[in-house]
């Protein structure tokens, strides 16, 4: 059974953590909650006990015959702190060990996840970002609080992220074992969905991509420690936990913020579909139709290929870029000629095929491919989930990042 510390910070959020707790204890995992004492203001140790079944101590007083304060977190197998409050993320950033819950983030030596809850301020204060900043440089998953209501009248970013989606994070870090947070430390940019030009102010050049598969790349490199800036084009889906998504439109601002993004990531994959071709001029008012009948001309240039100018200018020297390929066979070339001249044509490190011949993989769950690299690898993927393909594209990017740079994920609190 996983051993799970769940340390609960003292914020309001504490509520919340009780449904993250009865859902990890529910799919069978051991759970020892660790409350710092200004989280029992919020939540009594009466309802940690209960829920856990298990003792509930804030200091490392208690037991003491047991050596808790060393115990607890050598044994964990996750520690998860949820909220993670200001004060927290503070005291583990600099060592700090005045309680149970801070002696056990520094004797984990396993992952460590924690979801921030504060005000809007204090999560942008320059102190909260540079804590963050050295916990995620030392291998701890970080997520990106939620924007909503907080506590009071006031709304913005700064709420805990969803207890499920938390949950679903912890159990896609346990169930990946000792690999888990390979990307600890990363940044990673994933651009997704279609770029939208448009003609005047109700009428766009588009293309049917959903970003499914640029959203499981966000949700997958979350869960392997990224920190992870999502540009999406024009997507109907929910954010994905603990990811930056920045919304774009055209395939010009698609440009901006990639590039913008990309001067600090250890690695790009190109997971949107631009649109290639954008009207030269785009009309302020609605066009109307004339009445003798005539149709307006519609004169169209190309727009910038943003993955080959990431390829060629590399914003960040030693980043893996990585781009998509949807080809079919012709009368020039097979799927894999086609692909193989696009790899060398863009410049990228790595080039995830699929083949679409008769409509295949648009629009599906599921997902067919096969990786070629740069140096002239070929890694098929046998069909499966958008996750099983992003996972496969993270291994073969945290390889080459391996084996580029030493993993700074040691030790992890
Ligand atoms: N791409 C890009 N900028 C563009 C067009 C495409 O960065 N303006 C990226 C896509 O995100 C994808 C890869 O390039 O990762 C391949 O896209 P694709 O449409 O297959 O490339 P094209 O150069 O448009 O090739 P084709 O002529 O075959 O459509």
Redesign the pocket.
């Known amino acids: 059974m996983p051993a799970v510390v769940l340390g609960v910070g003292g914020g309001i959020a504490a509520y919340k953590a009780c449904e993250l707790l009865r859902l990890l204890t529910e799919s069978g995992h051991a759970v020892r909650v660790v409350p710092t004492a200004s989280a029992l203001h919020f939540v009594g140790a009466a309802t940690w006990s209960a829920l856990s079944g298990q003792p509930v101590s804030s200091q490392v007083w208690d037991d003491v015959h047991e050596v808790p304060h060393v115990r607890l977190g050598q044994q964990a197998d996750l520690v998860v702190v949820a909220p993670a409050t200001a004060d927290l993320l503070a005291k583990a950033a600099t060592g700090q060990a005045d309680d149970l819950l801070t002696n056990t983030l520094l004797t984990a030596r396993c992952p460590v996840v924690f979801a921030p809850a504060m005000h809007t301020e204090m999560w942008e204060h320059p102190a909260t970002r540079a804590n963050v900043a050295t916990l995620r440089e030392r291998g701890a998953v970080v997520m990106e609080p939620a924007d909503g209501r907080l506590t009071g009248a006031d709304s913005g970013k700064g709420r805990l992220p969803d207890p499920a989606q938390i949950f679903e994070l912890a159990t896609q870090v346990l169930g990946r074992g000792a690999q888990a947070l390979d990307l600890a430390g990363r940044h990673v940019v994933v ?1 997704a969905g279609g770029t939208r030009e448009y003609l005047d102010p109700v009428r766009f050049l588009g293309n049917r991509s959903s970003g499914r598969q640029g959203y499981a790349l966000a949700s997958t490199a979350v869960a392997r420690g990224a920190e992870v800036t999502l540009v999406a084009a024009n997507v109907a889906r929910p954010d994905p936990t603990g990811v930056k998504v920045v919304p774009v439109v055209s ?1 010009a601002e698609l440009r901006d913020a990639v590039l913008h993004a990309a001067q600090t990531a250890d690695a790009v994959v ?5 649109a ?1 071709f954008r009207p030269v001029e785009r009309v302020e008012h609605k066009i109307k139709k004339a009445a003798d009948g005539s149709v307006p001309p519609l004169a169209l240039t190309q ?6 100018e990431l390829a060629r200018d590399r914003p960040h020297p030693g980043a893996v870029i990585v ?5 079919t066979g012709d009368d020039e070339g097979d799927v894999m000629a ?1 692909a193989t001249a ?1 790899l060398a ?2 410049g990228c490190d790595l080039l995830v095929v699929n083949d679409v011949s008769g409509g295949k993989v648009f629009g599906s769950g599921d997902n067919e491919a096969v990786v070629l690299g740069s140096d002239g690898s070929r890694t098929p993927v046998v069909r499966g989930s958008k996750a099983a393909l992003s996972h496969v594209v993270w291994d073969l990017v945290s390889a080459r990042l391996a084996s580029a740079r030493p993993d700074p994920a040691d030790p992890p609190g």
Not at 270 to 274: K, R, S, V, W
Not at 303 to 308: E, H, M, V
């Open positions: 651009s395939t190109m997971a949107a579909a631009p290639d727009s910038d290929d943003i993955l080959a781009g998509f390929a949807a080809e086609h696009k044509r863009k």
